[in-house]
C-alpha cells in the first residue's frame, strides 16, 4: 500500500504571500491532521479533517486553514506568510476511529521557506 | 494527554540492543502508549503502542511496567540507521492531535 504523500517537497516564498500544501493519505483513511515543525516549538498539531469536515483544531492563527475533498485528499492553506512559518509541515493520516487507537502515519512533509 | 519525560540522548553500540526508557507517571488507565521516531528531516515514522500488555513487532518491542507509569522501547539488533529521535506519547482520545514532547535522540555507534 503507497504511504502518505505530500506535495511539493520543498517550497521558497515571500512574507505577505499565500501557499497552499497537499496531502494524499493512505488508500482507505479517512482521516488527515496536519502538523507544523519548527525547531523552537517542535512539533505542533494544526488540525485534522475527517469526511471534509475540521473534527479538530490546535491552536494556530485564522492564517491557518485547511479542507478536505470527497476522497480524502487534504490541503492545507498559510495566508499572509511571516518568517516565522518557516517550517516542515507534516501530514499524517488515519482511519478516523474516534478512539486511542486510531494510528496516524505521517507523510515526508513540505520544507516550507519564508524569505 | 499524559506528560511524558524522556532522556534527551542515549548512545547505543551497533547489534546491541538499545533500550529507551519513558515516564509517563500521570498516565490514566485508558490512555495508550505510542512510540514514534523521526529521522533528520522526515516525517515520523509509527514504532509501535500498547495499552498494559507488552507489545512485539517487527521494528520493535514495547514494555510497559504494571503500574503503567513507564514503559521500555527496545530496539533488539541496533543499526546505524537507527539513529533518530525516538517520541513516547501517551492518548486518550484523538480530539487534540498527538502530542510530541522533545524525545530521546538514539545514536547508534559503530
Known amino acids: 500500500k503507497a504511504g502518505v504523500t505530500q506535495t511539493p517537497r520543498y517550497l521558497i516564498k515571500t512574507r505577505g504571500q499565500q501557499v497552499t500544501l497537499s496531502c494524499s493519505p493512505i488508500?482507505?483513511?479517512?482521516?488527515v491532521s496536519w502538523y507544523q515543525q519548527t525547531p523552537g516549538q517542535g512539533l505542533q498539531f494544526l488540525f485534522e479533517?475527517?469526511?471534509?469536515?475540521?473534527?479538530n483544531k490546535g491552536n494556530f492563527p485564522g492564517r491557518f486553514s485547511g479542507r478536505q475533498f470527497s476522497n480524502s485528499r487534504s490541503e492545507m492553506n498559510v495566508s499572509t506568510l511571516e518568517l516565522g512559518d518557516s517550517a516542515l509541515y507534516l501530514c499524517?493520516?488515519?482511519?478516523?476511529?474516534?478512539?486511542?487507537?486510531?494510528?496516524?502515519?505521517f507523510g515526508p512533509g513540505t520544507r516550507l521557506t519564508v524569505l | 494527554d499524559a506528560k511524558t519525560t524522556q532522556p534527551t540522548s542515549m548512545d547505543c553500540a551497533e547489534g546491541r540492543a538499545a533500550n529507551l526508557p519513558c515516564n509517563h507517571s500521570?498516565?490514566?488507565?485508558?490512555?495508550?502508549v505510542y512510540w514514534y521516531r523521526q529521522i533528520h528531516s522526515q516525517g515520523p515514522q509509527y514504532i509501535i503502542h500498547?495499552?498494559?500488555n507488552n507489545e512485539t513487532n517487527e521494528m520493535a518491542s514495547l514494555i510497559i511496567t504494571e503500574d503503567r507509569k513507564s514503559s521500555t522501547l527496545i530496539l533488539p539488533h541496533a543499526t546505524l540507521r537507527d539513529t533518530a529521535v525516538y517520541y513516547c506519547?501517551?492518548?486518550?482520545?484523538?480530539?487534540?492531535?498527538?502530542?510530541f514532547g522533545k524525545g530521546t535522540h538514539l545514536i547508534i555507534q559503530p
Open positions: 499524517a493520516s488515519s482511519l478516523g476511529r474516534s478512539t486511542s487507537t486510531d494510528t496516524q502515519y
Open positions: 488508500s482507505g483513511h479517512r482521516s
Open positions: 479533517y475527517f469526511s471534509e469536515t475540521q473534527r
Open positions: 500521570t498516565i490514566s488507565g485508558n490512555e495508550y
Open positions: 500498547g495499552l498494559k
Open positions: 506519547i501517551v492518548r486518550v482520545g484523538v480530539a487534540d492531535g498527538l502530542t
